[in-house]
T-cell receptor, first 115, second 112 residues
Framework: AQSVAQPEDQVNVAEGNPLTVKCTYSVSGNPYLFWYVQYPNRGLQFLLKYITGDNLVKGSYGFEAEFNKSQTSFHLKKPSALVSDSALYFCAVRESGAGSYQLTFGKGTKLSVIP | EPEVTQTPSHQVTQMGQEVILRCVPISNHLYFYWYRQILGQKVEFLVSFYNNEISEKSEIFDDQFSVERPDGSNFTLKIRSTKLEDSAMYFC??????????FGPGTRLTVT
């Protein structure tokens, strides 16, 4: 069975400071990893994915994430936070090659960027 | 930019009634999904649909649930006899291939 843990319910960061939202995962085989963001009254918006290749992946709005196989982590990062980044962030995983397309989500981390 | 759309945004129904939630996936996508999120809980997979048939479903997707692609654009989720515990936000998603899924804004279903 696959699972995702987002250990922080909330992350507060000052505008202009770097931000990190943590995610660890568990799958039987190799993972496909995703980050989504949800703004109030909106759907889940795709940010970035790791499929294979470089461990550092870049996505929308200046976000990036680093895949670490040994630590089974896929933390979301941004060098300089904006107030508009305040939202709910979800990490998701599915196992590659398993014939299943279902995503398993973490419970979400609320990011608050303080002006 | 193409988006997944869902209607209605909010549906209130009485226990035991049938509801149909509607979705219009992104036009060139081939894979379609339904997820739900009960308030305060994780987003959970319900079902995936490809080539006019269910390709995968979760334990949640029991006989009370069904999906259909009645025409070339719509994708629906039907709940035959709603229960209080079906109250949740239901998200439709679609994907062009096997990787990232694009989600709609959701339908909030309230069963009274």
């Amino acid at each position: 069975a696959q699972s995702v843990a987002q250990p922080e319910d909330q992350v507060n960061v000052a505008e202009g400071n770097p931000l990190t939202v943590k995610c660890t995962y568990s799958v039987s085989g190799n993972p496909y990893l995703f980050w989504y963001v949800q703004y109030p009254n909106r759907g889940l918006q795709f940010l970035l994915k790791y499929i294979t290749g470089d461990n550092l992946v870049k996505g929308s709005y200046g976000f990036e994430a680093e895949f670490n196989k040994s630590q089974t982590s896929f933390h979301l990062k941004k060098p300089s936070a904006l107030v508009s980044d305040s939202a709910l962030y979800f990490c998701a995983v599915r196992e590659s090659g398993a014939g299943s397309y279902q995503l398993t989500f973490g419970k979400g981390t609320k990011l608050s960027v303080i002006p | 930019e193409p988006e997944v759309t869902q209607t209605p945004s909010h549906q209130v129904t009485q226990m035991g009634q049938e509801v149909i939630l509607r979705c219009v996936p992104i036009s060139n996508h081939l894979y379609f999904y339904w997820y739900r999120q009960i308030l305060g809980q994780k987003v959970e997979f319900l079902v995936s649909f490809y080539n006019n048939e269910i390709s995968e479903k979760s334990e949640i997707f029991d006989d009370q649930f069904s999906v259909e692609r009645p025409d070339g654009s719509n994708f629906t989720l039907k709940i035959r006899s709603t229960k209080l515990e079906d109250s949740a936000m239901y998200f439709c998603a679609s994907s062009e291939e096997r990787y990232e899924q694009y989600f709609g804004p959701g339908t909030r279903l309230t069963v009274t």
